[in-house]
């Protein structure tokens, strides 16, 4: 929580300070009200005295409490504003900071948390800070001031009201005891619940069809359990304060009248100034009354609290947890004039994934020059998507070296890098918008490339059918488009930038073969000054590249040109057998 102070603003800081001062005048006015009290019993109880005396007391009590009410209406206000603006800063430190973490980073922490924790974490700490602005400073005020008005008086008062909160602490600490850890763990169920929530409504289609819904219910049902019952002991043991508190507030009334019946009897009687001093006593016991309530009122405000406490120190720690993440891909410092254009090159490049077991690259090494085409060919799982992603970074090289226009990737400015390239993923991602406001994605300078890059992406023929055209609505994750359409998109979204180096990661394997011959005719026609580095499963799809990497579980088996691989490598010749008949390889 401390380390969440620093994202507090000044004008936040001003509020709380204007909230102070409306939380003292609300002590002074509550604890003014006794005063008042005692003065109408004194005035009640002695002869002769003014019925208009006791009016103008009455009436000044009503203004003390409208007022006390309009204090805490005012810092009610204060704390909501304050603990609002700073929740909206949090959230959006937060969401800064994952747009700044690589895959690792996300994988580390799971896309589920990482939402929960920027939304119902960042509400706990909301919440927290609304209590603890309306009660942190008013309930040890309140009280020290009550305790000092009520120190004046018969000491066996004080003692009573001493007893009832040592009682009220032990009771306190009890509680915590029992609920901490629990409280914890309702922050990690709740991930497991969003987590569950998103993984079935992500497979909804999977999952109608394999009839699994049973099977989903019961995994939801797991999660929704193990939140419920935690949820369920900790109200159950935090509801019991309640009983407790009761009776130990009216144990201590009664324990204030008795010591006040035992005080006024033991006044000898007789003498008009022993019914004084009588008077006097009876008097002290209204006000102390009063004054015992507001301390035990107090300590209850604590109370309620603490009980909200740990769960918000839980999502605080939790949120400071993803703040402090330092990504494990960081600038350099070298900006993009390197005087060579669409460069690539692999130096005996290796890479294990984070936390992975072995190598999923071994010794890569190849350069792709300016304009040429070098494709990557091999079985599934043999490491062609990884290979790619180490080109913009996704992940760092275990060993070895990725030279971009001859400088190591990791001495650019990452944004420098991500200019150079223009990288189509395996399984395309659309945001919803429009169609325009995908392929432009991110800018809005580059109008005139649109029809250009719809045109080289074979995207005009679907997108000119449309009703608006480009300007055509795109759900969420570009549901209402077909696979093979979504993937030409995101070929367009490519083009449509002016990078040196372009990436497609097994792009047009949703493309049928006339599209896809076309595509690559087009893109070679168009794109000559780009360097290509295309994944493929067709060898038809990278039969004309300059160079073809093949990839046999993370080795680099065999790098020239299709003619070259077939007579020399044997893997090559196996993958070109199996789609093409033997005339066909002879061409
Ligand atoms: N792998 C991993 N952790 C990841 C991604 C992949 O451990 N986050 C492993 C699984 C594979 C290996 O790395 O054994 C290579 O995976 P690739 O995605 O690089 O494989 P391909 O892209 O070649 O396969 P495909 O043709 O199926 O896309
Ligand atoms: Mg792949």
């Known amino acids: 929580m401390l ?31 006794p005063d008042y009290m005692s003065n109408i019993t004194r005035l009640v109880k002695t002869a002769g005295s003014d019925a208009g005396d006791v009016w103008r007391a009455g009436g000044m009590m009503l203004l003390c409490s409208l ?10 206000f204060l704390a909501s504003k304050v603990a609002a ?14 747009e ?8 580390a922490f799971s896309t589920a948390s990482l939402i929960t924790r920027s939304t119902n974490d960042v509400n706990q700490v909301q919440m927290l800070i609304i209590m603890a602005m309306q009660v942190v400073v008013k309930a040890p005020v309140m009280a020290v001031w009550a305790i000092m008005k009520i120190a004046g008086k018969a000491w066996q008062w004080s003692l009573a009201t001493g007893i009832a909160v040592a009682v009220l602490t032990v009771l306190l600490l009890v509680v915590l005891k029992f609920t901490f850890s629990r409280f914890k763990k309702i922050q990690w169920l709740q991930d497991a619940l969003n987590h569950a929530a998103r993984e079935n409504l992500n497979g909804i289609r999977v999952v109608r069809a394999h009839n699994a819904e049973d ?6 049902e797991k999660a929704n359990t193990d ?6 002991y900790v109200n159950r043991v935090t509801t019991l304060m309640s009983p407790f508190m009761s009776l130990t507030m009216n144990c201590l009334s009664m324990s204030i009248y008795w010591i006040g019946a035992v005080l006024i009897n033991s006044v000898a009687s007789g003498t008009a100034a022993a019914v004084e001093l009588r008077v006097g006593i009876f008097a002290d016991m209204i006000v102390l009354m009063s004054y015992a309530m507001q301390v035990i009122a107090a300590f209850i405000m604590i109370i309620i609290v603490i009980m909200i406490a740990p769960r918000a120190l839980v999502a605080a720690g939790r949120i ?17 004039n390197t005087g060579l254009r669409g460069e690539v090159e692999f130096r005996n490049v290796s890479f294990t994934y984070p936390g992975g077991s072995g190598a999923v690259l071994e010794n890569i090494s190849f350069t792709a020059h300016r304009g040429e085409t070098v494709a990557f060919i091999g079985s599934t799982g043999s490491g062609k998507t990884s290979l790619v992603n180490l080109v913009p970074r996704f992940y760092d090289v275990t060993e070895g070296e990725v030279l971009v226009d001859g400088v190591n990737v990791k001495e650019y400015v990452l944004e420098e890098l991500y200019k150079k390239i223009s990288y189509v993923p395996q399984t395309s991602v659309m945001f919803s918008g429009t169609v325009k406001s995908n392929v432009l994605f991110g800018s809005h300078a580059r109008e005139e490339r649109l029809e250009k890059a719809l045109g080289i992406s074979m995207s005009e023929e679907f997108v000119d059918e449309l009703e608006d055209r480009e300007n055509s609505e795109m759900a969420q994750r570009g549901t209402n488009f077909s696979g093979g359409q979504k993937q030409r998109l995101s070929i367009a979204r490519a083009l449509s930038r002016e990078a040196e180096i372009l990436i497609f990661d097994d792009t047009f394997s949703a493309l049928d073969f006339k599209t896809d011959r076309e595509l690559r005719d087009a893109l070679n026609r168009e794109t000559e000054g780009m360097t290509k580095l295309i994944v493929a499963q067709r060898i038809g799809t990278i039969m004309s590249a300059d160079r073809i990497i093949v990839l046999d ?29 033997e005339e066909e390889l002879a061409l």
């Open 3 to 33: 380390k969440l102070i620093k994202y507090i603003k000044l004008r936040e800081w001003l509020l709380f300070l204007l909230s102070l001062v409306f939380i003292f005048a609300q002590v002074f006015l509550d604890l003014k009200l």
């Open 67 to 76: 007022g006390s009410l309009a204090s805490s209406v005012m810092v009610c």
């Open 85 to 98: 603006g700073f929740s909206r800063r949090l959230r959006a430190v937060i969401f800064e900071k994952v």
């Open 100 to 107: 700044s973490f690589t895959l690792e980073e996300i994988n």
């Open 215 to 220: 099977y989903q219910e019961k995994k939801f």
């Open 227 to 232: 939140l419920l019952e935690n949820s369920l």
């Open 320 to 336: 400071n947890e993803v703040l402090e993440t330092e990504p494990k891909v960081t600038d350099g410092t070298r900006d993009g």
């Open 553 to 581: 579980e993370g080795r680099q088996v065999g790098t020239g040109t299709h003619g070259e691989l077939l007579k020399s490598c044997e893997v090559y010749r196996q993958i070109a057998l199996s789609q093409l008949s």
